[in-house]
């Protein structure tokens, strides 16, 4: 599949997304927790996240989720976190992680509770390019990045070709439910 294939399934995916207006992480997810009757809460890792480990982390229990995410980083890359993590929850990804190992390392009273733990090292598979396109999409809508326009995608292309940049990855289908 090519990229703009993965961004139109992906809009599909955000169309009923309440992005807010004036937008915020923080109203982003009170709203979807509402549309979904389920908790979902932001907690600040307490300490900066360092070149190999996750940014951010969605992790779900059987009553509620949770986006950790990276709170020594800048506003716009915290709120750039807090929504990718957002995608992988609106596109019902999976672990593919140990989860069991990671188990161990959270303070849950129980682990077995846990129905899903997504941290984010890697992007390059492809639940990662569907979440960073959700997060794209979204904060298009809110206008915190600027939609790519016909002369952006031309040129982009063209610069692929002469090899100044790599081509854009192939998605994946997003399972949406």
């Not at 709203?31 to 940014?55: D, F, I, K, W, Y």
């Not at 070709?161 to 998605?171: D, E, F, K, Q, S």
């Amino acid at each position: 599949m090519h990229w703009r294939n993965l961004r139109r399934r992906c809009q599909k995916v955000i169309g009923s997304i309440p992005v807010p207006d004036p937008f915020s992480a923080q109203a982003l997810c009170a709203r979807l927790a509402e549309e979904r009757g389920r908790p979902l809460r932001l907690l600040a890792l307490p300490t900066p996240t360092v070149p190999g480990t996750p940014s951010g982390l969605l992790l779900s229990v059987e009553s509620e989720d949770f986006i950790l995410y990276d709170a020594q980083t800048s506003p716009l890359h915290q709120e750039h976190i807090i929504v990718h993590e957002i995608g992988h929850l609106v596109c019902n990804h999976r672990s593919v992680a140990d989860d069991i190992e990671l188990r161990r390392h959270l303070d849950i009273a129980d682990p077995g509770s846990v129905r899903r733990v997504l941290p984010r090292i890697a992007y390059g598979d492809e639940q990662e390019q569907e979440a960073e396109m959700i997060a794209t999409l979204i904060l298009e809508a809110a206008g915190r990045v600027p939609a790519p326009t016909l002369l952006s995608g031309m040129l982009g292309g063209l610069e692929s070709a002469m090899g100044l940049r790599p081509a854009r990855p192939t998605g994946a289908s997003c399972s949406h439910g």
